[in-house]
């Protein structure tokens, strides 16, 4: 007996199938709605045409702060505020730059309140805030002096830090430490 019944069924159903299919799909693009377009140009490829302004972060020099410019990355606006936490280039090292804050996550950037008013939280290495009292004067100065060339940035709070009132926060100026700018 020969297999090409058996095979010549199997294909003559598989074919009915995909027919059924066919006429389904169909039916269901027509009840939603849906109805065939021819090709679409989607364009070229994508392009990172952006362009990104350099910022300025504030380093140790000595007991001094010094700025220095960096590149900046497009869309990352408190870029300067986290690059703190980074240890300085080669190039800066050998200048003999260094930052007093601590780690690379060690800032937490957010804007809050008025128009203009950056809060920079402090965080320590498990997660939780550490007080910034703390702090060297030099590191709060970094904070203060970098936040301020960010455009739009007119007051920096620095969470962790004791105000006249002892509450756990402190408005921080740059010119609060002009001794240091060097």
């Known amino acids: 007996m020969s ?34 377009t021819g090709i679409i140009e989607a364009g070229g490829p994508p392009l990172a045409a952006a362009k990104a302004d350099p910022i300025t972060v504030y380093l140790v020099e000595g007991r001094r702060l010094v700025p220095v410019v960096r590149p900046g990355l497009p869309g990352r606006p408190y870029l300067a505020l986290s690059q703190l936490g980074v240890p300085p280039t080669s190039a800066e ?62 007051r920096v709070v620095l969470t962790g830090v004791f105000n006249a009132e002892r509450s756990a926060w402190a408005v921080v100026r740059c010119r609060d430490y002009e001794d240091l700018v060097g």
């Open 93 to 154: 090292v050998r200048r003999g730059l260094s930052t007093e804050i601590p780690g690379p996550d060690g800032l937490s950037v957010r804007q809050e309140g008025l128009p203009g008013t950056m809060v920079v939280d402090v965080i320590g290495e498990a997660g939780g805030v550490v007080p910034a009292r703390l702090w060297s004067r030099l590191a709060r100065g970094q904070v203060a002096c970098t936040a301020q060339t960010i455009p739009g940035v007119k």
């Open 3 to 36: 297999r090409w019944p058996a095979r010549w069924k199997a294909a003559t159903a598989l074919a009915a199938a995909a027919a059924v299919l066919a006429v389904l799909a169909a039916g269901f693009r027509a009840a939603y709605g849906i109805r065939p």
